[in-house]
């Protein structure tokens, strides 16, 4: 089965820095990769999603890269606020509707 | 505002029970999923619905059935509730489509087996 890989380690940082979130994948690359927040006890939100054939794609803060010679999508978060503390979900998205999650990264951003 | 909602926030129940969770959807979405995410092993998906009566096992489909009567409505059923069973368990939908189309969660329940 394919699988996602997200580093399980929480990612602390300063306020005003740029947090980056690593996503691995296995095998063959997805058509698509998704990226997700999610808040405790909510359930995860939309952020980005990026196509294979696509190198990077922006919306406002976030940034997100798709790597197909590594096998890995980057998440950027830039100017960070004690609001962008949350986890976030990557998912990869392969022929047919169906999501494949990571395991989650929780990023804790510091006043 | 697009809605996804689900039957209870917090449910407790006694193993063996039948066990029903209810997920609604507002925005006519063709497919509904339903998940559950542990500590250690991120969301799982148990089964996925494409359209009325159509379903599709997931990868943890074991000791878990779906109904789905109504596009709306997408209902997840634990016929005899187990410890291990003791989740939070997240409903999604989403257009159907070329299968990039973003998922819409509901705020999950968080399930209990004593």
């Known amino acids: 089965s394919q699988k996602i890989e997200q580093n399980s380690e929480a990612l602390n940082i300063q306020e005003g820095k740029t947090a980056t979130l690593t996503c691995n994948y296995t095998?063959?690359?997805?058509?698509?990769l998704q990226w997700y927040r999610q808040d405790p006890g909510r359930g995860p939100v939309f952020l980005l999603l990026?196509?294979?054939?696509?190198k990077e794609k922006r919306k406002e803060r976030l940034k997100v890269t798709f790597d197909t010679t590594l096998k890995q999508s980057l998440f950027h978060i830039t100017a960070s606020q004690p609001a962008d503390s949350a986890t976030y979900l990557c998912?990869?998205?392969?022929?047919?509707?169906?999501?494949?999650f990571g395991g989650g990264t929780r990023l804790m951003v510091k006043p | 505002d697009v809605k996804v909602t689900q039957s209870s926030r917090y449910l407790v129940k006694r193993t063996g029970e039948k066990v029903f969770l209810e997920c609604v959807q507002d925005m006519d979405h063709e497919n509904m999923f339903w998940y559950r995410q542990d500590p250690g092993l991120g969301l799982r998906l148990i089964y996925f619905?494409?359209?009325?009566?159509?379903?599709e096992k997931g990868d943890i489909p074991e000791g878990y059935s779906v109904s789905r009567e109504k596009k709306e409505r997408f209902s997840l059923i634990l016929e005899s509730a187990s410890t291990n069973q003791t989740s939070m368990y997240l409903c999604?939908?989403?257009?159907?489509?070329?299968?990039?189309?973003?998922?819409?969660f509901g705020p999950g329940t968080r399930l209990t087996v004593t």
């Open positions: 619905s494409y359209d009325v009566k159509m379903k």
């Open positions: 990026i196509r294979e054939n696509e």
């Open positions: 095998n063959y690359s997805p058509a698509y």
């Open positions: 999604a939908s989403s257009r159907k489509g070329a299968g990039d189309y973003e998922q819409y």
């Open positions: 998912a990869r998205g392969d022929a047919g509707n169906m999501l494949t």
